[in-house]
Protein backbone atom coordinates (compact mmCIF):
# COMPACT_ATOMS: atom_id res chain seq x y z
CA UNK A 1 0.00 0.00 0.00
CA UNK A 2 1.15 3.76 -0.98
CA UNK A 3 0.60 6.71 1.19
CA UNK A 4 1.80 9.90 0.54
CA UNK A 5 2.43 12.50 3.16
CA UNK A 6 3.66 15.98 3.18
CA UNK A 7 6.97 16.34 5.11
CA UNK A 8 7.20 20.35 5.02
CA UNK A 9 4.36 22.25 2.77
CA UNK A 10 4.06 21.24 -0.74
CA UNK A 11 6.51 18.30 -0.49
CA UNK A 12 5.26 15.03 -0.22
CA UNK A 13 7.43 11.73 0.36
CA UNK A 14 6.31 8.33 -0.04
CA UNK A 15 6.18 5.04 1.80
CA UNK A 16 4.94 1.43 0.57
CA UNK A 17 4.73 -1.22 2.71
CA UNK A 18 5.45 -4.89 0.73
CA UNK A 19 3.94 -7.80 1.09
CA UNK A 20 6.85 -9.72 2.26
CA UNK A 21 5.41 -13.25 1.09
CA UNK A 22 5.56 -12.11 -2.60
CA UNK A 23 8.71 -10.87 -2.31
CA UNK A 24 9.70 -14.61 -1.13
CA UNK A 25 7.52 -16.24 -3.69
CA UNK A 26 9.76 -14.30 -6.48
CA UNK A 27 12.72 -15.49 -4.87
CA UNK A 28 11.71 -19.12 -4.82
CA UNK A 29 10.88 -19.15 -8.65
CA UNK A 30 12.97 -21.67 -10.44
CA UNK A 31 13.45 -21.99 -14.25
CA UNK A 32 13.21 -25.37 -15.65
CA UNK A 33 13.99 -26.44 -19.12
CA UNK A 34 12.91 -29.55 -20.36
CA UNK A 35 16.32 -29.74 -22.56
CA UNK A 36 19.47 -27.41 -22.08
CA UNK A 37 19.23 -24.61 -23.91
CA UNK A 38 20.65 -25.10 -27.36
CA UNK A 39 20.07 -21.95 -29.31
CA UNK A 40 21.55 -18.36 -27.11
CA UNK A 41 21.68 -15.62 -28.29
CA UNK A 42 23.93 -12.92 -26.90
CA UNK A 43 23.20 -9.13 -27.21
CA UNK A 44 25.43 -6.11 -26.10
CA UNK A 45 25.19 -2.77 -26.29
CA UNK A 46 26.35 -1.22 -29.22
CA UNK A 47 28.76 1.95 -29.88
CA UNK A 48 30.15 1.03 -26.29
CA UNK A 49 34.04 -0.40 -26.61
CA UNK A 50 34.17 -1.37 -22.68
CA UNK A 51 31.80 -4.31 -23.37
CA UNK A 52 33.71 -5.50 -26.61
CA UNK A 53 36.01 -7.29 -24.39
CA UNK A 54 33.55 -9.12 -21.84
CA UNK A 55 31.38 -9.65 -25.31
CA UNK A 56 34.83 -11.80 -27.08
CA UNK A 57 35.42 -13.47 -23.32
CA UNK A 58 31.47 -14.57 -22.88
CA UNK A 59 30.59 -16.00 -26.50
CA UNK A 60 34.18 -17.84 -26.31
CA UNK A 61 33.49 -19.54 -23.09
CA UNK A 62 29.69 -20.37 -24.01
CA UNK A 63 31.49 -22.02 -27.24
CA UNK A 64 33.96 -23.83 -24.79
CA UNK A 65 31.94 -24.84 -22.16
CA UNK A 66 28.44 -26.05 -24.71
CA UNK A 67 29.99 -27.27 -27.80
CA UNK A 68 27.00 -28.08 -28.89
CA UNK A 69 25.35 -25.27 -28.50
CA UNK A 70 24.48 -22.53 -31.37
CA UNK A 71 25.47 -18.95 -29.89
CA UNK A 72 23.61 -16.28 -32.01
CA UNK A 73 24.17 -12.63 -32.07
CA UNK A 74 23.38 -9.29 -34.02
CA UNK A 75 25.29 -8.65 -37.39
CA UNK A 76 25.95 -4.89 -36.36
CA UNK A 77 27.95 -6.31 -33.17
CA UNK A 78 30.12 -7.72 -35.26
CA UNK A 79 30.42 -5.21 -37.95
CA UNK A 80 31.26 -2.13 -34.86
CA UNK A 81 35.03 -0.92 -35.68
CA UNK A 82 35.61 -1.44 -31.96
CA UNK A 83 34.78 -4.89 -31.88
CA UNK A 84 37.19 -5.62 -34.90
CA UNK A 85 39.89 -4.36 -33.24
CA UNK A 86 39.43 -6.13 -30.14
CA UNK A 87 41.80 -9.36 -29.07
CA UNK A 88 39.75 -12.54 -30.30
CA UNK A 89 37.08 -11.14 -32.54
CA UNK A 90 37.68 -12.95 -35.89
CA UNK A 91 37.28 -16.37 -33.29
CA UNK A 92 34.24 -14.36 -32.02
CA UNK A 93 32.96 -14.39 -35.56
CA UNK A 94 33.75 -17.78 -36.51
CA UNK A 95 32.17 -19.42 -33.29
CA UNK A 96 28.96 -17.48 -33.47
CA UNK A 97 26.13 -17.37 -36.12
CA UNK A 98 24.60 -14.45 -37.06
CA UNK A 99 20.78 -13.75 -35.44
CA UNK A 100 18.48 -13.80 -38.96
CA UNK A 101 16.65 -10.67 -39.94
CA UNK A 102 13.43 -10.29 -39.66
CA UNK A 103 10.99 -13.24 -37.87
CA UNK A 104 12.75 -16.48 -39.15
CA UNK A 105 14.89 -18.25 -36.66
CA UNK A 106 14.12 -16.36 -33.81
CA UNK A 107 11.27 -19.02 -32.06
CA UNK A 108 14.22 -21.23 -32.15
CA UNK A 109 16.09 -19.35 -29.39
CA UNK A 110 16.23 -21.02 -26.09
CA UNK A 111 18.14 -18.34 -23.94
CA UNK A 112 18.88 -14.24 -24.34
CA UNK A 113 22.03 -12.49 -22.59
CA UNK A 114 21.88 -8.94 -22.58
CA UNK A 115 25.21 -7.08 -21.99
CA UNK A 116 24.22 -3.49 -21.66
CA UNK A 117 21.73 -1.80 -19.27
CA UNK A 118 17.89 -1.24 -18.82
CA UNK A 119 17.84 -0.13 -22.80
CA UNK A 120 19.54 -2.96 -24.24
CA UNK A 121 17.66 -5.29 -22.27
CA UNK A 122 14.74 -3.57 -23.71
CA UNK A 123 16.17 -4.19 -27.15
CA UNK A 124 16.84 -7.37 -26.78
CA UNK A 125 13.06 -7.70 -25.72
CA UNK A 126 12.21 -5.99 -28.90
CA UNK A 127 13.85 -8.61 -31.30
CA UNK A 128 11.30 -10.98 -30.79
CA UNK A 129 7.44 -10.16 -32.05
CA UNK A 130 6.00 -12.89 -30.33
CA UNK A 131 7.73 -14.87 -27.85
CA UNK A 132 10.36 -13.20 -25.84
CA UNK A 133 12.87 -15.96 -24.77
CA UNK A 134 14.32 -16.01 -20.64
CA UNK A 135 17.00 -13.17 -20.48
CA UNK A 136 19.85 -13.21 -17.73
CA UNK A 137 20.56 -9.57 -18.55
CA UNK A 138 24.25 -7.72 -16.73
CA UNK A 139 24.83 -4.50 -16.23
CA UNK A 140 28.41 -2.43 -16.69
CA UNK A 141 27.03 0.67 -15.11
CA UNK A 142 25.53 1.58 -11.84
CA UNK A 143 21.89 3.18 -12.46
CA UNK A 144 19.28 0.65 -13.74
CA UNK A 145 16.60 -0.09 -12.85
CA UNK A 146 15.67 -3.67 -14.54
CA UNK A 147 19.27 -5.70 -15.28
CA UNK A 148 19.41 -7.36 -12.15
CA UNK A 149 23.35 -8.55 -12.63
CA UNK A 150 26.51 -7.04 -12.92
CA UNK A 151 28.67 -7.41 -15.71
CA UNK A 152 32.02 -9.30 -14.59
CA UNK A 153 33.47 -12.12 -15.45
CA UNK A 154 32.85 -14.54 -12.51
CA UNK A 155 29.40 -13.76 -11.51
CA UNK A 156 28.56 -13.56 -15.86
CA UNK A 157 29.76 -17.71 -15.49
CA UNK A 158 28.05 -18.22 -12.63
CA UNK A 159 24.89 -16.74 -13.28
CA UNK A 160 25.11 -18.33 -16.63
CA UNK A 161 26.14 -21.68 -15.17
CA UNK A 162 23.44 -21.68 -12.83
CA UNK A 163 20.47 -21.04 -15.10
CA UNK A 164 21.56 -23.26 -18.07
CA UNK A 165 22.26 -26.45 -15.29
CA UNK A 166 18.63 -26.05 -15.13
Excluded at 26 to 50: F, S
Aim: charged share 25%; proline share 6%.
Amino acid sequence: METYEPSSPGVYTTSMTVDHSLLEMAMDLQLQWETKPKNVLVVKKLNEPDFDEGFVDLITWLKKEHKDMKVFVESVALEEASFKETPGSDKVAELCEVLPEGNAGKSDINLAVSIGGDGTLLHTASLFPQRIPPVAAFRMGTLNFLVPFKFEKQSVRAVLKRILSG
